[in-house]
């Protein structure tokens, strides 16, 4: 399976489609994967025709389109770089890194240029960079943004044979066909989303993007064998397709509003419940847990009938699994996703891609027999159950700008669903202590994404005594969760 | 109770079964109560309340290309329902105070 021959072997499936939905559009593109093929090859010829050569890196910034998607396939058909920019960067920095990388020319949904050729002539809208930069090393296939454990975003180098090598083995162990459909709502601009859209164009499955505005009503219509989606979602359809009371024909509702015709779900990016798992089990649809991160690729999953609940399942072939004395997880392999970053500091890289040829995962976990078990993060920050990455620091100090205010810790509650902020103030009854918490707390959540959906205001003082701060005074946020998260 | 006070006594009850954490903190749902800044509702868990609207309002909101992201409050939401249920064209409905709402 090589990505030179993608095009030609998507081309070979007759029956399969490929339909895409913009969140603007009342109706959806479809193409028939010969249809899409064809629309590649001549984009890639326009674009050989402009000058684009093989290790020339091309910018694109853009929202799930076909367009996207096409741009996307004939730049890789060419051996060109996608350079794919977060969709929510303004223009002016998505010119200005492509400037500081010389890219051969840039592309965007907010410029409108990107276009198919059939509709413009592309020298209309494309100026080429007086000398771009022509990458030789000829694995690299695209490079892409994803926030780490930081949070903070980092450029990543994705290789040919990384790629090869997780659409080839997922191929495998799930068993797809060109019977398969799968739906997806996820930006593209995240590289598992592109990853499982080459995966199939490579098995001929059909497959649907759709904005997350119209995921239930899609699916409904589309009737996806399989989907990949964030532990939110299942939780959302749980509730929204089986109300309370109604659980003894739950089995009968989830088919009939997720179409009927799933093989398995698959979930990860963040802690699930277990009580979700366990529920979906019950109404005979398995939601398996899968475990991946960029760097590498996907690290571990479970499959149709090898899913242990309560693990994150088996490693992949040829990725082998160490533990760091702090339970760390780090991981050995010849075909990890990424080669490295870009635009990071090498101190910062050389923690993540180290020395000895490991990739550290920030994850602590251990191996239960032949399954993966993951028991939390090494570093603090929160993630919610929608993939949210949350920086509890940042918020805390905000917090602590109110003299009344002690202290101050945000933690989640025991499900993850839900920020906790938990203050420590001389007097917690106090009306005004309590009223500028209130205020504060209002503040930060009208002024973002994130929301605190509870305060604990408490006399109690994080210390070093009571286990809530370390031995080197930082909080010790299992410490506070174990004594705060239930409300 | 009239039937606009039904519908909201309705959609109280919606919001109540998509919430997906009901140990968070609730408040009495108004007209004027805000989906996210008020109800804390996260982006899937409002896509979850549409889904469930349209089957027990029996109409479709999804259909109206950049429709779902004006509705802000309940409200804007229940009169967007009775429109559509009436036959009438979304596109034209233009809430006051949109940006405020947020």
Request: negative net charge; glycine residues 8%; proline residues 5%.
């Amino acid at each position: 399976m090589r990505l030179t021959a993608l095009i030609d072997k998507a081309a070979t499936y007759g029956d399969s489609t490929l339909t895409v939905r913009s969140a603007l559009a009342a109706q959806p593109v479809l193409k028939s994967f010969p249809e899409l093929c064809n629309d590649v090859r001549n984009l890639a010829a326009s674009l050989a025709d402009l000058g684009v050569l093989p290790g020339h890196i091309v910018g694109i910034q853009a929202a799930n389109t076909y367009e996207f998607v096409v741009w996307d396939l004939a730049l890789i058909e060419l051996g060109a770089i996608p350079h794919v920019f977060p969709e929510d960067w303004p223009i002016s920095q998505v010119k200005q890194t492509a400037t500081s990388h010389a890219l051969a020319f840039t592309v965007s949904e907010q410029s409108g240029d990107l276009v198919l050729p059939n509709s413009a002539r592309l020298s209309d809208y494309i100026r080429f960079a007086v000398r771009p930069t022509r990458m030789e090393e000829r694995d690299v296939l695209t490079r892409v943004y994803s926030s780490g454990t930081t949070g903070k975003l980092k450029g990543l180098v994705i290789c040919r044979h990384g790629v090869e090598h997780v659409a080839s083995q997922f191929i495998d162990d799930f068993s797809l066909s060109d019977r398969d459909r799968y739906l997806f709502f996820l930006p593209t601009s995240h590289f598992q989303q592109r990853l499982s859209l080459y995966t199939c164009l490579f098995a001929g499955v059909s497959v649907m993007l759709t904005p997350y505005t119209h995921v239930f009503h899609d699916i409904a219509h589309f009737k996806p064998t399989f989907l990949i989606a964030p532990p939110a979602f299942y939780d959302v359809a749980l509730a929204a397709i089986i109300p309370q009371g109604s659980e003894r024909t739950g089995a009968e509702r989830l088919q009939a509003a997720l179409g009927g015709k799933l093989r398995f779900m698959i979930t990860g990016m963040a802690p699930i419940r277990r009580g979700v798992l366990e529920a979906y089990q019950r109404y005979g649809l398995p939601l398996l847990e899968a475990y991946g991160m960029t760097e590498v690729g996907l690290i571990a999953w479970n499959a149709p009938g090898d899913n242990r609940l309560g693990t994150v399942g088996r490693p992949l072939k040829h990725h082998r699994l160490f533990f760091a004395e702090d339970s760390e997880i780090l991981v050995e392999t010849q075909h990890s996703l990424a080669s490295g970053y870009f635009d990071v500091d090498p101190e910062e890289a050389g923690r993540t891609f180290l020395p000895n040829g490991c990739i550290a995962t920030g994850d602590i976990g251990e191996l239960d027999g032949t399954h993966l078990v993951l028991r939390g993060r090494k570093k603090d920050i929160i993630i919610t159950n929608e993939g949210i990455k949350i920086h509890p620091s940042a918020l805390e100090e905000r917090v602590l700008t109110c003299e009344l205010i002690r202290q101050a810790a945000v933690i989640t509650d025991i499900y993850r669903d839900d920020l906790v902020l938990v203050l420590s103030v001389d007097d917690p009854h106090d009306e005004t202590t309590i009223s500028k918490a209130n205020s504060l707390v209002e503040v930060i959540n009208g002024s973002g994404s994130l929301r605190i959906a509870r305060t604990v205001i408490t006399r109690t003082r994080f210390a070093v005594e009571n286990g809530m701060l370390t031995r080197n005074m930082k909080l010790n946020r299992g410490a506070i969760a174990r004594e705060f998260s239930i409300p | 109770m009239d039937a606009p006070d039904v519908d909201l006594r309705v959609m109280e009850k919606l919001v109540t079964q998509i919430r997906q954490n009901p140990a968070a903190q609730t408040k009495p749902v108004t007209p004027q109560t805000r989906f996210v800044a008020d109800l804390g509702l996260r982006s899937l868990e409002l896509i979850g309340l549409v889904f469930i609207c349209e089957q027990t309002f029996n109409v479709q909101l999804t259909a109206h290309p950049g429709l779902i992201g004006k509705l802000h409050t309940v409200g804007q939401a229940l009169d967007v329902i009775h429109l559509l249920q009436q036959g009438g064209v979304p596109e034209h409905y233009s809430p006051l105070q949109e940006a405020d709402a947020l």
